[in-house]
T-cell receptor, first 114, second 112 residues
Framework: AQSVTQLGSHVSVSEGALVLLRCNYS??????LFWYVQYPNQGLQLLLK??????LVKGINDFEAEFKKSETSFHLTKPSAHMSDAAEYFC????????????FGKGTKLSVKP | DVKVTQSSRYLVKRTGEKVFLECVQD?????MFWYRQDPGLGLRLIYF???????EKGDIPEGYSVSREKKERFSLILESASTNQTSMYLC???????????FGPGTRLLVL
């Protein structure tokens, strides 16, 4: 069985500050891990993914995430927040042989203050 | 680029109406998915399909059915809409040996 926990339904940062969105997962098979972003009234867009290659994954818009097996974590970071980063972020897990089925976390809404 | 389109961005229906939500993808993907998204609950899987005429129940199939007559099209049907089905509905597809689901823009459904 697989599950995802996102710590913090709302995160607020100042423009230029570090962004850290937390994601912990559980999986009985080697996981694939994803971060998606959703801007208001839009669908989900892939930010980055981990598929058992490099543990530090770089995505679009300077976001990155590190897969830490010992901590079962896949936290999303960005060194310097921009106003345009305000959105909802979803962490998701799937596994080899799952035929692409994703289990999503409940989402974290990021606010960026000027 | 993969394109997933949904027939409507916004829809208003009355209780008891039959509602059809259409999703089309242009990348010959085998697998397609319907989710509903509600504040604080994230995305919950309603139904998915691995092939034409095949369907599998997700986590919350009650009150919904689906149809996949052609590979590129996956329809979600609300047989008799109820107010608790007011939600954002998202379609996604995956295929070609990839791991990434591609999402449509969503349909925001209001049932009065």
């Amino acid at each position: 069985a697989q599950s995802v926990t996102q710590l913090g339904s709302h995160v607020s940062v100042s423009e230029g500050a570090l962004v850290l969105l937390r994601c912990n997962y559980s999986s009985s098979v080697p996981p694939y891990l994803f971060w998606y972003v959703q801007y208001p009234n839009q669908g989900l867009q892939l930010l980055l993914k981990y598929t058992s290659a490099a543990t530090l994954v770089k995505g679009i818009n300077d976001f990155e995430a590190e897969f830490k097996k010992s901590e079962t974590s896949f936290h999303l970071t960005k060194p310097s927040a921009h106003m345009s980063d305000a959105a909802e972020y979803f962490c998701a897990v799937s596994g080899m042989g799952s035929q692409g089925n994703l289990i999503f976390g409940k989402g974290t809404k990021l606010s960026v203050k000027p | 680029d993969v394109k997933v389109t949904q027939s409507s961005r916004y829809l208003v229906k009355r209780t008891g109406e039959k509602v059809f939500l259409e999703c089309v993808q242009d990348m010959d993907h085998e697998n397609m998915f319907w989710y509903r998204q509600d504040p604080g609950l994230g995305l919950r899987l309603i139904y998915f399909s691995y092939d034409v005429k095949m369907k599998e129940k997700g986590d919350i199939p009650e009150g919904y059915s689906v149809s996949r007559e052609k590979k590129e099209r996956f329809s979600l049907i609300l047989e008799s809409a109820s107010t608790n089905q007011t939600s954002m509905y998202l379609c996604a597809s995956i295929g070609g040996g990839q791991e990434t689901q591609y999402f449509g823009p969503g349909t925001r459904l209001l049932v009065l």
